[in-house]
């Protein structure tokens, strides 16, 4: 997500989202959160230039740097303000232009099915459905009622997300809610594998086999050269510690190690540190992490 503010492009966080991965095939969807009709416009024939395949609006974010300035999901209480943004991009670029919204601005604002109605009479090609509310951010469980509502609302496509962890879990919210895909965020961190689960349960009624310690190592190390490469080694190295708890949170033994990683300063220190540690857990077949194997 990048700011509709096309005068913050300079600064260096925000020229590496909008730099294009070499050999990325696409398609390349950026997403657009502002309040501002004219400048969400320009942000996307700005991103179009730069390649962009498909521009995507946010009006569903809740944190409250992006709330606070009216953008996100504080657009859901304000619909005409929502129609003259989707009809200003939409009409600003030649390429698709999709909608992320939550189902309102609280429980007992569930607005969604409106601003659905809005988003395909402007032209949006497709539409996210996260089921929470602006005033629920994160909390509680996701409802799929509104998303269901939506789904018959309208014509275009629409996505449900939100609390889709499995397989299980995707093959129920699309039985219910008749919605075309799911997509998936917080379940995706350190687990990328969640895609091939669903796939095959999807497809085959069951679970993938679920990755052994040789692959998580080897996916773990692709990414983090992609975010050093895509940061840079200093601002790439604060930004791994997370990812790196994130693909290691279920082993056993990951308390010291968090801690090493937590302290290493440089990528090559991060990357002998995460390599002890697979090699070690691969070797025992299990998370174990042997004492003071981290030691500087």
Known sequence: MISADTTLYASEKTRARLSVAEGDDGPRSVQIAGAD??????????????????????????????????????????????????ARTVAAVDVPVTLKIRTGTDRQNRNGVEVARIAEQEGVAALAVHGRT????????????????????????????GDIRSGADAQAVLAYTGADAVMIGRATQGNPW????????????????????LEIHGVLKRHLAGLYRLHGDARGVRVARK????????????????????????????????????????????GSACTRMYAA
Not at 194 to 213: C, M, N, S, T, V
Not at 249 to 260: I, L, P, Y
């Open 243 to 286: 990812h790196i708890a994130w693909y290691c949170r279920e082993k056993s033994g990951v308390a010291e190690f968090r801690q090493a990683v937590n302290l290493a300063e440089t990528r090559d220190r991060q990357i002998e540190l995460v390599d002890r540690f697979f090699e070690h857990a691969s070797s025992r077949q299990s």
């Open 37 to 86: 009709p004219d400048k969400v416009a320009e942000a996307a024939v700005f991103n179009v230039r730069a390649g962009a395949d498909i521009i995507d609006i946010n009006m569903g974010c809740p944190a409250k740097k992006v709330c606070r300035n009216l953008a996100g999901s504080a657009l859901l209480g304000d619909t005409a303000l929502v129609r003259r943004i989707l």
């Open 194 to 213: 969640i895609f091939r689960e669903i796939l095959d349960y999807l497809q085959h009624g069951h679970a993938a086999k679920p990755p052994d310690f």
């Open 134 to 161: 602006r005033a629920d951010r994160f909390t509680g469980s996701a409802e799929y009622d509104t998303i269901k509502a939506i789904k018959q609302a309208v014509s275009m496509p629409v996505i449900a997300n």
